[in-house]
């Protein structure tokens, strides 16, 4: 059973920045595509950013510019750099597997002065 462990999350001011990590458990990770979600309070869950086997990524509108998602497949982790943070990008922030439908339990990211 293959489980996906995020961490990095926490508390930072307006126009800081946060590195989140996810590392999968399990002999395969590089074939895979691997996403980032965020479901703010009282809203639905939204894909953040995605990034394919071959390295091609991409963003909701929402974060484009201000995060990037990479991939260390020799670690099997993926990462979200997030900078400029706003308070809107409050919410808890899930790692995802579409193969296999594979959620992290999430890690909460607050944005606040």
């Known amino acids: 059973q293959v489980q996906l462990v995020e961490s990095g999350g926490g508390l930072v001011q307006p126009g800081g920045s946060l590195r989140l990590s996810c590392t999968a458990s399990?002999?395969?990770?590089?074939?895979?595509?691997m996403g980032w979600y965020r479901q703010a309070p009282g809203k639905q869950r939204e894909l953040v950013a995605q990034?394919?086997?071959?390295?091609?990524?991409s963003y909701a509108d929402s974060v484009q510019g201000r995060f990037t998602i990479s991939r260390d497949n020799a670690k099997k982790t993926v990462y979200l750099q997030m900078n400029s943070l706003k308070p809107e990008d409050t919410a808890v922030y899930y790692c995802?597997?579409?193969?296999?439908?594979?959620w992290g339990q999430g890690t909460q990211v607050t944005v606040s002065s």
């Open positions: 399990g002999s395969i990770f590089s074939i895979y595509v």
């Open positions: 995802y597997r579409p193969t296999g439908r594979i």
């Open positions: 990034i394919a086997s071959t390295g091609i990524t």
